[in-house]
């Protein structure tokens, strides 16, 4: 119990709201059949899943300006010295 209170001391507002989310959604999720517990486990899949290809399209995306912005700087005479070392 004492850890229980040195967190919800610790607690933001925010926090309490996405705790408060959370329950609300949890005593939704309780009351649905096993037929729509594997439907909505499908879509949350698929909502995860669509997040990860944002997420790598946009890290692809820098590395290619990194790419581009690397090679003006370091693709030089001057700095291919280096190359050779």
Do not use: C, H
Not at 51 to 64: I, M, S, V
């Amino acid at each position: 119990m004492p850890q229980t209170k040195a967190r919800e001391m610790q607690e933001t507002p925010r926090d309490a709201q996405a705790r408060e989310r959370e329950s609300f959604v949890l005593k939704k999720i309780r009351r649905l059949s096993a037929d729509q517990l594997t439907q909505l486990a499908v879509i949350i899949d698929e909502m995860v899943g669509a997040r990860e290809k944002t997420n790598e399209a946009f890290l692809n995306a820098l590395t290619q300006m990194s790419d581009e912005s690397f090679r003006r700087i370091w693709g030089n005479p001057r700095d291919a010295e280096y190359d050779n070392l």
